[in-house]
């Protein structure tokens, strides 16, 4: 497979911080078409030298990339494990020994001769979306709490936006052993003439969802347009926000040739993950609001989280439950002079909530 791009557009913007954690490879107006790794980090906010671990890791991927590049030109993914491992000892190399270790987010891009591989940690995204049918083919998952809540079940769709939780990272790079995550790789392999890939950091999200973000990327408006656009949609955001958009011009495959693709059914693709909101985002000339999914069934397998509130409420109706059961047996059998009772009385067991490790704050 030979990709062809138009040249990419990247965005670099600090937001209403006094510092920019955010890190881009290729860096802000350097990207050509002849650029074929595409990394962006979001250093962690609050933590020591967020800036530092995003740029070390945005410099030492690609270098390792290109030192380790294949002669058959295809990307492996444990070419890409062994790269972000190369990271993770760079980062270790910068480790100062600091109270708050600092951290970053990855999402890296590699169009290769085997296709398109996309890898992340944290939530930072990836974003696949095909302008000739209008609509979002991939997104990445993001390792975050607010998005393990609603997985759970516990927090609705539209409350993974508004909730205080949802800076709560479950997974970044930071340096230690003990802090060694595993990246989500997928597949793009089904690419055409006309798609885009984005990547941004959460900061670009602010004020857009995926609808009106695939309407944005969908329109007749030239590239350079379409930048200013998002540029003027972030203005105002809190946080540091970046981007790449890459637009690719044509896809040449070989007669017979296969590419590998799994983002139909791969975890890594939050479009495909149950509970779910919808199938695709499909967006019209007038685009529409994203619905949540009506009645979606918890499987009863699984226990939910409860708050501590919840807890003690269910353990009390147990209680009075098994109370009156018990009063009506001893009443049931009051003056015949035994003891004996009809049906045993069933408890139910207390829900118990589950538990979560520690996540990594930004």
Known sequence: MKI?????????EKGNRDNQEDALYPALGQATA????????????GHEHGEVASQ???ETIPQYLSEHWPEDGKVSDQLIRDAIEAAFVALDGKDDGAAKRMGTTLTLIILHDGGCTAAHIGDSRIYHIRTAERRMLYRSRDHSLVFDLYQAGEISYEEMRTSKQKNIITKAMQPGADHRCKPDIAHLGDLRDGD??????????EQMDDAELTDLLCSAESDEAKRKRLIDATKGNSDNHSAHLIHIQRVMREEGETVASDVATTRANALNIKPNVID???VSEQPTAIRPRKNIQKKSAIPLPISKNG???????????????????????KGDGNDQRGNDVQQTQPIH???HNPPHRR
């Open 280 to 282: 695709a985002i499909e």
């Open 56 to 58: 070390t890791v945005c």
């Open 34 to 45: 002849d650029n074929h790794i595409f990394v962006l980090c979001d250093g962690m906010g």
């Open 4 to 12: 062809t791009l138009f040249p990419p557009l990247s965005i670099h």
């Open 311 to 333: 807890l003690w409420m269910v353990l009390a109706a147990i209680v009075l439950v098994a109370i009156l059961a018990l009063y009506i047996v001893f009443s049931g059998n």
């Open 196 to 205: 885009y890939i984005y990547m941004c950091s959460d900061g670009m999200l």
């Open 353 to 355: 909530p589950i538990t």
